[in-house]
């Protein structure tokens, strides 16, 4: 029970960066993107082209792509939802679905379906009390914590996370205070771009790089940030830990085939009685 429940720890600590970006994306744009899967596999897949095909040492090959990523993202937005930013947020969820889909479909168009991996050298696992870790999961950890560890100190300590913070809250009142909201989007896709670079790295290194990788964690991505309260870093973090363990857990009672019955189960009865989730403001109904 203890090897499952770190098992399940390591999956929420994979879940954390994107839940962080689809919480940071929903403060900012007030839409919910479902393009998060593909944008991870997308980033992943440049990352292997550099660590495999031209000989990149994998930590140099993951920080070229991420800042790359957040500008590519940058153009993404200009491109696709920027035209699209006055029609609403349903119009805008449509657009990630499609933007899904294309993104997906190009790392497939370029590498096939067959199953890869970054050049990681083989390391024999070790053993801490009952509990078996690899290099791969150590790394994880680390990288997942360093990463909140910016993400707090961005948004707390640092003017342009402050920025963010106010177009979260109340755009108008930001606006009004010298604000500018373009430039504020442009920075929240930066910074989405090389969380999603990162987390897709991370869940290459946890499993085999194919095209349909990130959208196997979309549920659980959304599970953890709709648990935490979209809009609330701190809540993506709390939701992901909560998700990963538990939904390990569960393959102790039911066959591990089900388990992404779990994160569905978690959206549903957060969204009947708690709809703001556990760190989010209520909804104030005017």
Known sequence: MLQTAFNGLITGIIVTLPALSVTLLFGVLKFPNFAVGAMMTLAAYMVFALNVQLGWPLTIATVVVAVAYGGLLILIDYLTFKPLRERGSITLMVASLGLGFVLENIARLGYGNTARSFAIELARPFRFLDIRMNREQMITIAVSTLAMLAMYFLLTRMPIGRAMRAVSDNPALALVRGIESPRIIRWTWFIAGMLLAVGGVLIGMDR?????????????????????GLGSPLGAFVGALIIGIVSELATLVIPPNYRIGIPLCVIALILIFRPQGLFGQPYIRK
């Open 208 to 228: 085999a790089l194919e095209p349909p990788m990130g959208a196997s964690y979309l549920v659980a991505v959304f599970a953890a940030a709709i648990l935490g």
